[in-house]
């Protein structure tokens, strides 16, 4: 589940809540008891980066570093037929 930050316009008081996605969004202010919390656009807590964690993690032997395989059978040119 997904960690949305809001900050209450009333008082400027920051809320973390660990909600699902189809949770509908929090109005009322922890700290005030208002109805004037909006939900804070922030970064992802993590980064996908590299040659992808699929490939490398949860493969094992032959299968392992596909990506990265120097004998990996290539795609030949087509052949050339002379008219």
Partial sequence: ????????????????????????ALVICPACSRAELIKKISAAGFRLKGSGWYETDFK???KKNVAGDSAAPKASAPAKTSD
């Fill in 1 to 24: 589940m997904p960690i949305y930050e809001y900050e209450c316009q009333a008082c400027g008081h920051e809320h973390e809540a660990l909600q699902k996605m189809s949770d509908p």
């Fill in 60 to 62: 094992s032997g032959a």
